[in-house]
């Protein structure tokens, strides 16, 4: 517990470390996902279409924006293969007068933001937390709920 009590004042003296060596008219930006991540084009340099490539099989993110080292492959397909699909995530669109989709007559809109694969969390940054599991049974279902 203490260890998760210290993270947030490392963060805050890591940041301040970083912003010491920076010029006046130099910045650090807090990304919290992937830069590019929900582009509609030039998602990736170079350009890549997101074609239900043969690794994380994405309708929305194309396989080169996982890291290509066998292990980010690999972890996806057994995501895929426990779970017995693809990661299906769907979150409400938030809904106020500049949101398109909320203003269009488009019928045809989701109203929803779609996530169909493990990069989306992949690629955001976050807290890693260890979780205590009875066996692999039980640590490879907590894992693929949270995938």
Excluded at 6 to 18: E, F, P
Excluded at 33 to 60: C, H, Q, V, W
Excluded at 114 to 135: H, I, K, N, P, Y
Aim: charged fraction near 25%.
């Amino acid at each position: 517990v203490q260890d998760l009590l210290r993270v947030q004042s490392s963060m805050r003296l890591r940041r301040a470390r970083i912003l010491s060596v920076l010029s006046e008219n130099e910045m650090c930006p807090t990304v919290t996902l992937f830069p590019r991540l929900g582009a509609t084009s030039d998602l990736t340099y170079p350009p890549s279409e997101a074609n239900n490539g043969p690794i994380m099989k994405s309708k929305y993110l194309p396989d080169s924006v996982i890291n290509p080292h066998p292990r980010f492959g690999t972890l996806a397909a057994n995501i895929r293969s426990r779970r017995g699909s693809k990661v299906d995530i769907k979150v409400p669109l938030f809904r106020d007068r500049c949101t398109y989709e909320w203003n269009s007559k488009n019928k045809n809109s989701s109203k929803m933001v779609e996530m169909d694969c493990s990069a989306f969390g992949m690629g955001c940054c976050c807290l890693q937390v260890t979780f205590q599991a009875r066996d692999l049974a039980e640590s490879r279902y907590i894992f693929d709920q949270l995938a």
